[in-house]
């Protein structure tokens, strides 16, 4: 089977230990994480898990029935690329020097909408919004520069349609009781 980058959107009350249970379910199903970030949502008292991972069809439909076992989960879904807009946040500090010496920064601007977070004389920070494949291409042109540190976040994403899934699910189960 074909394997593709699903985005996993998991809906949970806010209780300790459940990002070691989802964790278990991709270990247990040999499905590596290739990024996580969890936050508040709309709803208050409702917290989102935003996993993305490369697996294919039949494994990710699993996969999201195993999450939804879990007591806390309410309710969990997976995405593909076109379903969704996703954004990643990357730092990176370079040599001020380097930049400079290169007359780099203007261009970087131009070219990537990159963001100076701070220069001094020894490094300057960017930052740099953007799906994975931009955040990618900008660290491999300041590779060849020298990085002295980088960092990036994990994926946090929205559906495309104009309503969330979940509150659908939440509507529906409002008119069972």
Do not use: P, W
């Not at 490369?54 to 494994?59: A, E, I």
């Not at 001020?96 to 909408?113: A, P, W």
């Not at 701070?118 to 520069?145: A, C, D, M, R």
């Amino acid at each position: 089977m074909e394997q593709k980058l699903y985005t996993i959107t998991v809906y949970s009350e806010n209780h300790v230990g459940l990002l070691t249970l989802i964790s278990n379910i991709f270990t247990r199903r040999f499905i590596n994480i290739e990024s996580l970030t969890v936050s508040a949502s709309k709803m208050k008292g409702v917290h989102k898990f935003t996993i993305t991972c490369v697996t294919d069809s039949h494994s990710i439909e699993k996969l999201i029935k195993q999450i939804e076992k879990k007591i806390d989960v309410l309710k969990a879904y997976y995405y593909t690329d076109d379903e969704i807009i996703s954004r990643e946040i990357a730092l990176f500090k370079v040599s001020t020097d380097v930049l400079l010496n290169n007359n780099m920064i203007e261009g970087l601007v131009s070219k990537y909408n990159v963001k100076v977070l701070e220069v001094n004389n020894l490094y300057t920070v960017i930052e740099k919004t953007g799906g994975q494949s931009e955040i990618q291409q900008l660290f491999e042109e300041l590779e060849s520069l020298g990085i002295l540190q980088f960092v990036r976040s994990g994926c946090v994403s929205i559906t495309r349609s104009k309503y969330e899934r979940f509150s659908d699910f939440l509507a529906s189960r409002e008119e069972e009781l």
